[in-house]
């Protein structure tokens, strides 16, 4: 309710809310200067007609400060009107949020030593003056003086900052400022420290003036000891009740934009700063078991197609893009697997497989799928890339050198085939259960490529497609035009040289050596 009239003229006035409201709110600056005014009053004896000619005065001065510091503030308004008035780019949104944030402390740190120079000591003079005091009443007076402009200082800077928050809850619709940006603004510890103070000295004056005190100077001086002493202690402990679980907080929160979901936040109060805690907690419990499904899904599906998957670019309804597809199948798997025991089936292929997806990963493609002892994987989908055909064949004899040629992945020999041409990219399945994948007729080849390794004796076999479309240089031999199972038209073949002239291995001899001595060094 307290904000409800500011957001109500914000949304009358439009462009000229933030100089009609400043200047409202300026006008307080006379409310401040009539009640000292009358505060004197009941400290010093004098006619009315003497207090209210010194009240002319000050006003008038009053009038004088705050028309000079209008003048001064107003360019800092022109940001914040312009972004009102429809000037949306990025470095005007920026503009008018730094500038309605910094108002008020711009406001009153500017404008705070101008009233104590014209119009606290040019008053006081008047009032030595007007009312016949002496020139030792100057002191008192000019610290009372300095008293109320330290509180009309802080009238000022809390009641522009609540003035200006229906404008940046406009602003930030429009943008998420960063709070550390280099921007003028008071902390909350040194508002509870000179605040309360302050309060505690105003509200001493006027009551020690209501009870019948006929000195100022020793009124002030009372106000001043008790604020900056028992007063003090209360607010500095006030502060820290306040201020330690916001600090907490504020930890908390850094741990968690630096990726640290296991931090949580002491409830160390039962207050609305608990509650708080309380609900950050919960926040954070959610986003760690958001992350724990996210690396869930990352493990059993393509860390970067799960990226593309939750990222707002994803659309389900698939498009039509030119890929290479990779298959590559273990061979003579089927004679291991009949002598092996279902474990060391299973620890060999996932040794493969843990060679094989890295090299897949560093050259920029996906595994679509396992398919038992071989898989799928895919070049230029999601991602774009225009160099798919050489990122896969580079991937395919990085992969015929680390398995075939120097044992790893489980001692089994692996068969690759390779095959560019247009696919269709996107979900596939239905029953609330989808896959990204690739669907076309360049699929169904690259695992015929990869069958025909069998025939050929080679280890990686590509298609004229794939040829083709390579940028870089590769050595290749030609084996012409071969007629592959399941496919209408015969295909043309190309295959690394030598590929074929290795030597063959047992592979059920080879699987299980390596597997012992898996097992072994991890029993050791």
Not at 78 to 105: F, N
Not at 183 to 193: G, S
Not at 437 to 466: F, K
């Amino acid at each position: 309710m307290l904000h409800a009239p500011f957001e109500w003229l914000y949304g009358k006035l439009g462009p000229r809310y933030p100089r009609i409201f400043v200047t409202l709110e300026l006008q307080a600056g006379f409310l401040v200067t009539a009640g000292t005014v009358g505060l004197l009053a009941a400290y010093y004896d004098a006619s009315f007609a003497d207090f209210m000619y010194l009240l002319a005065i000050a006003l008038a001065l009053t009038g004088a400060a705050l028309g000079w510091g209008l003048y001064r503030i107003r360019p800092r308004l022109r940001p914040i009107s312009a972004w009102i008035a429809g000037r949306r780019d990025e470095k005007s949104t920026s503009a008018a949020w730094a500038a309605a944030v910094g108002l008020p402390l711009s406001l009153v740190r500017e404008e705070l030593l101008g009233p104590i120079v014209s119009v606290v000591v040019p008053s006081c003079i008047a009032a030595i003056l007007i009312l016949d005091l002496s020139w030792l009443d100057l002191f008192p007076l000019v610290i009372a003086g300095i008293v109320a402009v330290g509180y009309g200082a802080i009238l000022h800077h809390l009641t522009i900052e609540a003035g200006m928050r229906p404008v940046l809850i406009d602003i930030n619709r429009d943008v998420s400022p960063q709070v550390e940006a280099d921007i003028d603004a008071l902390p909350l510890r040194w508002r509870l420290l000179m605040a309360l103070p302050m309060i505690n000295v105003i509200t001493g004056v006027v009551v020690a003036a209501i009870a019948g005190a006929d000195n100022l100077g020793v009124s002030v001086l009372v106000a001043i000891g008790v604020a900056t002493t028992i007063s003090l202690e209360l607010t500095i402990l006030l502060s820290r009740s306040i201020l330690g679980p916001l600090a907490d907080l504020k930890r908390a929160t850094d741990a968690v934009g630096e990726g640290d979901f296991g931090v949580a936040v002491p409830i160390t109060t039962a207050d609305e700063i608990g509650d708080l805690s309380a609900s950050f907690n919960q926040m954070v419990g959610g986003l760690r078991e958001r992350e724990r499904i996210r690396a869930a899904f990352g493990t059993y599906l393509d860390r970067d197609i799960a990226e593309h998957i939750l990222s707002d670019g994803f659309s389900e309804r698939g498009e039509l893009v030119e890929v290479s597809i990779l298959f590559c199948d273990v061979k003579d798997f089927t004679s291991f697997a009949e002598a092996a025991e279902a474990e060391e089936v299973v620890a060999c292929l996932n040794d493969l497989f843990g060679v094989v997806v890295p090299v897949i990963s560093r050259f920029g493609g996906h595994v679509d799928k396992f398919e038992g002892d071989g898989l799928m994987a895919v070049f230029g989908a999601p991602e774009l890339i225009p160099d798919h055909a050489d990122r896969a064949l580079s991937a395919a004899l990085e992969v015929d050198r680390l398995v075939n040629e120097e044992g790893e992945g489980g001692g089994f020999r692996v068969g690759i085939g390779i095959n560019t041409g247009e696919v269709v990219a996107g979900s596939v399945g239905g029953g609330g259960r989808l896959n990204f994948s690739v669907i076309g007729d360049a699929v169904n080849v690259a695992a015929r490529v990869e069958a025909a390794t069998r025939e050929t004796g080679d280890s990686v076999l590509l298609t004229e497609a794939t040829r083709e479309r390579l940028h870089g240089e590769f050595e290749l031999r030609s084996l012409g035009e071969r007629d592959l199972r399941g496919l209408e038209r015969p295909v043309h073949l190309w295959a690394p040289p030598g590929d074929g002239r290795r030597l063959p291995r047992d592979p059920v001899e080879a699987v299980r050596s390596v597997y012992a001595r898996v097992r072994g060094n991890r029993a050791d």
